[in-house]
C-alpha cells in the first residue's frame, strides 16, 4: 500500500468494470454501491490504485408534468 488514490467520476462504473477486466485491469475493490453512488477501487501497472466514481445525480432537475 503506497498510500496514493487517484480518483475520477465517471457516467457508468458496471460499463467500465466490465471493459477494464476485459483487458486484464486488476479489481482491488469490487463495486461498492452506496446512497450517493457507486465506486470500484482499480489498480494501475504500478499498483497504484485509481477509484472510479458515478455520481447519484440528486441535483438534476426533476421533470414538470
Not at 465517471?10 to 469490487?30: C, H, M, P, Q, T
Not at 470500484?40 to 426533476?62: G, R
Given at each position: 500500500?503506497?498510500?496514493?488514490?487517484?480518483s475520477f467520476v465517471i457516467g457508468d462504473v458496471a460499463s467500465?468494470?466490465?471493459?477494464?477486466?476485459?483487458?486484464?485491469?486488476?479489481?482491488?475493490?469490487?463495486?461498492?454501491?452506496?446512497?450517493?453512488?457507486?465506486?470500484?477501487?482499480?489498480?494501475?501497472?504500478?499498483?497504484?490504485?485509481?477509484?472510479?466514481?458515478?455520481?447519484?445525480?440528486?441535483?438534476?432537475?426533476?421533470?414538470?408534468?
Amino acid at each position: 500500500d503506497n498510500g496514493i488514490l487517484i480518483s475520477f467520476v465517471i457516467g457508468d462504473v458496471a460499463s467500465a468494470v466490465d471493459e477494464l477486466k476485459s483487458k486484464n485491469v486488476k479489481i482491488f475493490r469490487e463495486i461498492q454501491e452506496r446512497d450517493i453512488g457507486k465506486n470500484v477501487i482499480i489498480l494501475d501497472p504500478d499498483e497504484y490504485m485509481i477509484s472510479l466514481f458515478e455520481d447519484v445525480c440528486y441535483w438534476a432537475p426533476s421533470k414538470s408534468p
